[in-house]
Nanobody
Framework: QVQLVESGGGLVQPGGSLRLSCAAS????????MGWYRQAPGKQRELVAY???????NYADSVKGRFTISRDNAKNTVYLQMNSLKPEDTAVYYC??????????????WGQGTQVTVSS
């Protein structure tokens, strides 16, 4: 009942920037939190950043000062502005939403993932 559509990934040189977007659609009643996770080759999936409906934000230590998460509640959309990108940021980035519909309680929904590659 809830779908996530991600966009904005691609290839960028070290020091460059990308902006990821994730829009939730379907019979969404409310969204408690939306966030971004990433998984690099051979690595465990890790939290990058999340933001709650109340505006609370959390970042992984590795991206603090470089990445910024923001939201547009009217559009049920979350953004991740990624600056000063490093090769170690290379990963598949996944959007996640903890959402409610009129008929359900909390359900965790994942996007399909978008590839971010940082290379010279």
């Amino acid at each position: 009942q809830v779908q996530l559509v991600e966009s904005g990934g691609g290839l960028v040189q070290p020091g460059g920037s990308l902006r990821l977007s994730c829009a939730a659609s379907g019979s969404v009643f409310s969204i408690d939190a939306m966030g971004w996770y990433r998984q690099a080759p051979g690595k465990q999936r890790e939290l990058v950043a999340y933001i709650t409906s109340g505006g609370s934000i959390n970042y992984a230590d590795s991206v603090k000062g470089r990445f910024t998460i923001s939201r547009d509640n009217a559009k049920n959309t979350v953004y991740l502005q990624m600056n000063s990108l490093k090769p170690e940021d290379t990963a598949v980035y996944y959007c996640n939403a903890d959402a409610r519909t009129i008929l359900t309680g909390l359900i965790s929904t994942w996007g399909q993932g978008t590839q971010v590659t940082v290379s010279s």
